[in-house]
């Protein structure tokens, strides 16, 4: 993907703030922070989301997100922390290269990842549990 700009920082042609480094993922400093450091774990191949990932790197992102928030919550000395993965534009995704947002939290913080719970109806129910099958 020539014009892809994850592929260009995850393979090192775009510089970035690296925590971190293999040879399967990236992981940065994001520029645009939802709080005081959030990360990314960018994988080096292009994948555009999650849909489209292999299973074996779909696996070891989330060991990596692991790792390393469980590091960056020391340095921190965050309360919480959010793992984010945007799908599509219509849930926010901005980027077309798969990636995982870590975001620390502190208590009171202004972060705003949350939403307005709503009800789950019993058509929705009943209309979702109907259809949906993982044969
Ligand atoms: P998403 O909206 O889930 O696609 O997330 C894209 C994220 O990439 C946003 O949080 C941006 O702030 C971040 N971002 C975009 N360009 C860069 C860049 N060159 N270096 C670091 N983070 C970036
Ligand atoms: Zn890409």
């Given at each position: 993907m020539k014009e892809c700009i994850f592929c260009k920082i995850a393979n090192g042609e775009i510089p970035s703030a690296t925590l971190?480094?293999?040879e399967e993922f990236r992981v940065i400093l994001d520029l645009g922070p939802a709080a005081k450091g959030h990360a990314l774990i960018i994988p080096k191949a292009h994948h555009a989301n999650l849909y489209e990932l292999p299973d074996e790197t779909a696996g070891h992102a989330m060991i990596l997100a692991k790792k390393v928030i469980t590091k960056m919550k020391d340095i921190l000395d965050c309360d919480g922390y959010n793992i984010v993965q945007n799908n599509g534009e219509a849930a926010g995704q901005t980027?077309?290269?798969?990636?995982?947002?870590?975001?620390?939290r502190k208590e009171g913080?202004?972060?705003?990842?949350?939403?307005?719970p709503?009800?789950?109806?019993?058509?929705?129910?009943?209309?979702?549990?109907?259809?949906?099958?993982m044969e």
């Open positions: 971190y480094e293999n980027v077309f290269h798969f990636h995982m947002h870590l975001i620390p913080d202004h972060a705003g990842i949350s939403w307005t709503g009800t789950l109806t019993e058509e929705d129910k009943e209309e979702i549990l109907s259809k949906f099958s």
